[in-house]
């Protein structure tokens, strides 16, 4: 993504005149999914469970078709909570699979549910997802000293994706490789990779110093 010349590289100043990461173009949607969500950390497990289904609808894709049309995703796959998709069968595998609001790709959607399903096992063997998850944040020897727009080019995979992406494929998630789990660590703030000087750094970096890392059961 291309940025003005005046601004630093990676950063685009926006109408309110402040600078944030330049991947949010100027879509008002993706600007307040920039502010509001991108790099902040939960322990929700539907919240997490579902921001892994859409990351793995979104390989190949932008983030923003996904975005657009998150909407209609929650409607079919009730709210990406987690027990009642478990419960979802191959009726409605072949209803969602017609269902042109989202992407309609019948591995991904049989993909979905069986993650749901290994979210309760994950969740009976560790207490819940989000302490199974935030045990594979990456340490800050694994970090940059500054996150900047030519490191983040340069890694778009990175050692703890790779670990945790290993971890998944054990406990039987799919569609989950190490550049569609990076880009979920990165989402839900797992890492700060805001660029240096993003107007939300801070916060982020703020809510992840006071965030409290779920323990394993």
Known sequence: MSEPLDSPPGLSEGPDGRLRCAWHGSDEAYRRYHDDEWGRPTADDDRLYEKLC???????????????????????????????????????IARIVLDARIIRHRGKIVSAINN???????????????????????PASERPESVDWEW?????????????????????????????????????????DHVEGCCVRDECAAERAAFVRPASA
């Open 116 to 138: 749901a399903r290994r979210t309760q096992a994950v969740q009976a063997a560790h207490g819940s997802l989000a302490a199974f998850l935030w045990a594979h944040e990456p």
């Open 54 to 92: 859409l990351e793995g609808f979104q390989a190949g894709l932008s983030w923003l078709t996904i975005l657009r049309k998150r909407e209609a995703f929650r409607e079919l796959f009730h709210g990406f909570a987690v027990d009642r998709v478990a419960a979802m069968d191959e009726d409605d």
């Open 152 to 192: 983040l080019r340069a890694n778009p995979v990175t050692p703890a994706a790779t670990r945790l992406s290993k971890a998944l494929k054990q406990a039987g998630f799919t569609f989950v490789g190490p550049t569609t789990v990076y880009a979920f660590m990165q989402s839900m703030g797992f890492v700060n």
